[in-house]
């Protein structure tokens, strides 16, 4: 890390608290790799939501799917946030299903702030074809999938607090731009809380 971005990252623990730091968007963006770096980076606990429910049901998520089915992983991931949430500060990766729950994107917002990871398709394909370990993409054209809940789901991660575009880049220079648009909105956050204080 450069001395800007550790100077960015110092800011960003400060001005946190102890609210949690939520990483949403599709399969593939990079939630569960970035996020892990960001934790690094922060010096805070990292958390990918998958795993805790994993641990919760002690089974994989395919496994999950195929047992008890969607709707019911759905209800596993909203309590599994709900729990993670009460103890920030935090950096926690959800699914990509997570943030489409407006309870747990309220829940996410009373507790912390949201970055989307956002991405183009082909950068998307590339990634969630090196495992085949997402029950959702089990299909003879994952790529259709994707293209829908890009339609779908784009709107909805669109109410993040935070934008960044995945890129093509290292995980390293992707922990660093998360850093950097962290910065930029709690700055600017606290400057206006700053604001609205004095004035009151
Ligand atoms: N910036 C990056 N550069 C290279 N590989 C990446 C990058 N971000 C993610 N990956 C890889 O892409 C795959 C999907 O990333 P992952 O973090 O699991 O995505 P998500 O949790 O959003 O589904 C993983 O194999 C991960 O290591
Ligand atoms: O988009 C989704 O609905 C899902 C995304 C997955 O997590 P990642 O986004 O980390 O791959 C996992 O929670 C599950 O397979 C469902
Ligand atoms: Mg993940």
């Known amino acids: ?9 110092a800011n960003v623990r400060n001005l ?3 609210q949690t730091i939520a990483l949403v968007g599709l399969m593939g963006a990079g939630k569960s790799a970035i996020g892990r770096k960001l934790a690094l980076a922060l010096d805070l606990p990292f958390i990918d939501a998958d795993t805790e429910i994993e641990a919760a049901a002690k089974m994989p998520v395919a496994e999950i799917f195929e047992a ?3 709707p019911e992983f ?5 309590s599994v946030i709900k729990r993670v949430l009460e103890s920030g500060p935090q950096v926690l990766a959800t699914g990509g299903g997570a943030f489409i729950n407006e ?6 917002h009373q507790n912390g702030v949201s970055l989307w990871l956002s991405a183009e398709i082909d950068l998307l394909m590339t990634r969630v074809s090196k495992k085949a370990t997402r029950p959702l993409l089990k299909n003879p054209n994952p790529r259709a999938i994707m293209l829908d809940l890009i339609d ?10 935070i934008e ?3 890129e093509d880049l290292t995980k390293d220079e992707m922990a660093c ?3 950097k648009a962290l910065d930029d909105h709690l700055s600017a956050q606290s400057n206006q809380n700053g604001k609205s204080s004095r004035h009151a």
Not at 103 to 108: E, G, L, Y
Not at 152 to 161: E, L, T
């Open 1 to 9: 890390m450069d001395m800007a971005t550790k100077k960015r990252a």
């Open 103 to 108: 309870a747990t994107r309220d829940i996410i």
């Open 177 to 179: 731009i998360v850093i």
């Open 152 to 161: 779908k789901r784009y709107p909805i991660y669109a109410k993040a607090n």
């Open 164 to 166: 960044v575009l995945s």
């Open 74 to 78: 759905r209800r596993l991931e909203a």
């Open 16 to 18: 946190i608290g102890d």
């Open 68 to 70: 008890y089915g969607e």
